[in-house]
Each structure stands twice: as structure tokens, then as C-alpha cells.
């Protein structure tokens, strides 16, 4: 067996792609510092318990557990960092007013969520708590998109959906949890012929809307559609007005691609509106959120709650700013103060500056600098080879 092998979907990430991450990083944190969001780290590791409460089962099979070796109870590895963020403003902060937090950090899922996806993203976010309004949909979906924004991707666009459609449907008909289960999953997956047979015995308003939904796919025009299709339940109406009043006042930070009414991701852990954000070129989203207004009442606090969360890795393939800047090479001279004034004050403005260490001039082109110091007239000056001109650069990682 070669013990360098990694497991299957799980990468090390090497110079080049972590200097893009690295950026994109500080750069999304700083903004959302601008933003008066507070910065939280949650544990990598957490009670079982306390890490899959009110979050659904379907976060359950995606978290690696193993058993502690100080208590004997069994710990997991976090999935997702926004149930933590949840616990920690409703079990910790107990702020009574709205509270803005961000955070950043890997996490490990047991299966990859797609193809040729990494089971260990990096995991970047901000949630609101303590809002219930529009405004704070609002506020969060904006925000994400100037992540995007700082990213430098363009064409994004926003699908936007609304559980509480579909969770009005099942409650009222007062469907068993067991064929609830199975409608989710068939609506996850838009198979109407699936969605006739498990609907066979419901009622047949229930069951003309829940094949109905499927099809409610669109612009603007699906919300009038849904309106005239679906019951006229109270939490319906409630659900399709969030959903015109969020679309009209993001008009000015987004484009909104599409409704989807049988959109139900995250469907055990979302209470509202869910959106998700894509780019043109890219078939997966590159950012996710929602509203989850009940998640912390299971930490004493039933907090209303939206927020979004995207993983860096993603993030960086689809943006197309370039990798590692190229340095500036100084001679080994750790004795002459002036070439060391020169070097701390280069530094100092940002500069990459890399000391050429003796015994290894042939291998001077792997440190990636395309300029050096020298001394002209006393002086230590920024020059670039004449070869430098006749080299080119390395190409951008495609990761």
C-alpha cells in the first residue's frame, strides 16, 4: 500500500490554489467586518447530540462520528458550520437583539455532495439572528452576492425557492412521516410519475398540488401561476409574497433566474425562503442559504435566522483571479543592513521578497520571482532580468 494515498475525494491543496483561497478568505472576512458581522470559530468536534440538533436527518448521514476517549459518548465531525453559529448565538452570546456573525473553516462530510466534489470543503459564511423581516433576506442575499462581487465572477444569477409551500401541503393533509419522506424525495428529484402514485390516497386538492409543483418552475409569472394553482392556504399566500417582495427589492444586487416552489433543500433545517447562487460556466451552486427560524430552539431560543454559506475551494476554481505573485530574489548578504532596510521595507508594502539561499542557483527559477535586487551606486534597486521578458509565467492552477 503506498502511504501517501489520500482517501478518495479528499485532496491536499497545494501552493498556488491556497493563495487563491487564502485571498479570497481575508478578502470575504474583511467585508463581512465592514458589515458589522463578528467572527465565531466553532469546535471541529462536538457532542453528537449537540451537533445534529434540529438539523435533520440528512445532515446526520453526511457526519463522521467516532467515540470519545475521555467520556466514552460519541462525538461527530461538524458537516456544517451554521448549527454551531446557531448554538453559539442562542446558548452563548443570548443577545435579545440582532445579531450578525461570519466564520470560516473546514468541515468533513462522509460522501461527497456531487461529482468530482472534495468531502472536506472549506466552509465560509454569515448568518443574521434575530430578524424575522424581509429585510434581513435582504441583507444577507446582498451581502453574498458582493462576496461574488470580490471574487471577480460574473454572470451570477439567483434561483430562489420556498419550503413552507410544500410543508403547508403535508401538514395540513396531515401526511404520515414516513410517505412525507418519500415526497420529499421524489420532489427533490421532480418525478411527477412518482409524485401520482404516493399521492394516490391523499385528497384530491392535496394531491393535484403537490404534483403541481414540479411544474412551478420560472420567472415572475410562477408566482401568479402558484396562486391560482395552489390552495389558499394562509402559509402559502405568506410564502409567494416573501418571494415577490424578495425578488422586487433585490432587483438592484441580483438576477433572479428562477422560482422553484419544489426547491426543498435543506428542507429539516430551513423554515422559509432557500436560494441558491450560480454562475454561468458553472453546473454547481457556489453559494447557499436560507432561512431557519426553529434550529435554535432546540439551545433554548427559537431565534429567526437567515443566512448563506459557500465553500472557498468552489469559490476560487470559478473566480479568475490569477495565483501566487511573483517575488522579488535578494541575494544572500545577511550582514550588509542596507539590503536588509531594503528587504523589510519592500515587505512592509506587500511585496513578496524571497532570499536566495546559497548552493542552489540552478533551481532559482522554481521561486517564481520575476525581478531581483541589486546593488547600483550604493544603492539596492528593483530590476528585472533581461531573460525575465523572455520567460513566461507559469500557468494559472486550474483547480
Known amino acids: 500500500m503506498r502511504t501517501w494515498l489520500l482517501p478518495e475525494y479528499i485532496e491536499d491543496i497545494l501552493p498556488l490554489e491556497a493563495s487563491r483561497i487564502e485571498r479570497l478568505r481575508r478578502d470575504a472576512l474583511d467585508l463581512f467586518l465592514t458589515h458589522g458581522y463578528q467572527l465565531v ?60 456573525l461570519c466564520y470560516a473553516g473546514s468541515v468533513l462530510h462522509t460522501l461527497p ?49 420556498h419550503v413552507a409551500v410544500f410543508r403547508s401541503l403535508v401538514k395540513r393533509a396531515k401526511v404520515a412521516p414516513g410517505l412525507e419522506v418519500e415526497l420529499f424525495r421524489a420532489m427533490q428529484v421532480k418525478d411527477v410519475p412518482v409524485l401520482r402514485e404516493l399521492t394516490k390516497k391523499l385528497d384530491r386538492r392535496t394531491r393535484e398540488a403537490l404534483i403541481v409543483l414540479p411544474e412551478l418552475y420560472g420567472g415572475p409569472e410562477v408566482l401568479e401561476q402558484a396562486r391560482r394553482r395552489l390552495p389558499d392556504h394562509a402559509e402559502i399566500r405568506a410564502a409567494l409574497r416573501s418571494l415577490k417582495a424578495l425578488s422586487e427589492r433585490l432587483r438592484d444586487v441580483a438576477h433572479v433566474r428562477c422560482f422553484d416552489l419544489a426547491e426543498l433543500r435543506g428542507y429539516h433545517y430551513h423554515s422559509g425562503v432557500v436560494f441558491a447562487a450560480y454562475a454561468a460556466g458553472w453546473a454547481n451552486a457556489l453559494a447557499l442559504g436560507g432561512r431557519y427560524d426553529e434550529v435554535g430552539k432546540a439551545f433554548g431560543r427559537a431565534r429567526p435566522a437567515t443566512g448563506f454559506s459557500m465553500d472557498l475551494r468552489e469559490l476560487a476554481s470559478a473566480s479568475p483571479n490569477g495565483g501566487a505573485r511573483p517575488g522579488i530574489l535578494a541575494p544572500y ?67
Open 41 to 100: 470559530m466553532p469546535p471541529l468536534l462536538e457532542y453528537v447530540e449537540s451537533l445534529l440538533t434540529g438539523t435533520g436527518y440528512d445532515l446526520d448521514l453526511r457526519t463522521f462520528k467516532l467515540v470519545d476517549q475521555l467520556s466514552g459518548r460519541t462525538l461527530g465531525v461538524r458537516a456544517d458550520i451554521t448549527p454551531q453559529v446557531a448554538r453559539i448565538d442562542a446558548h452563548l452570546l443570548n443577545r435579545s437583539g440582532v445579531t450578525r
Open 333 to 399: 548578504l545577511p550582514k550588509d543592513a542596507g539590503l536588509q532596510r531594503r528587504i523589510a521595507a519592500l515587505r512592509a508594502r506587500g511585496e513578496v521578497v524571497i532570499v536566495d539561499l546559497p548552493g542552489h542557483a540552478a533551481a532559482r527559477a522554481e521561486l517564481g520571482c520575476d525581478r531581483k535586487l541589486v546593488r547600483r551606486g550604493g544603492k539596492w534597486l528593483i530590476e528585472k532580468p533581461k531573460s525575465a521578458a523572455k520567460t513566461p509565467r507559469p500557468p494559472r492552477s486550474a483547480a
Open 113 to 161: 455532495s456531487g461529482m468530482n466534489r472534495t468531502r472536506e470543503p472549506l466552509q465560509i459564511g454569515a448568518e443574521i439572528y434575530g430578524h424575522r423581516g424581509i429585510e434581513s433576506d435582504v441583507e444577507i442575499q446582498s451581502l453574498m452576492m458582493k462576496v461574488l462581487e470580490i471574487a471577480r465572477i460574473d454572470k451570477v444569477y439567483l434561483d430562489i425557492g
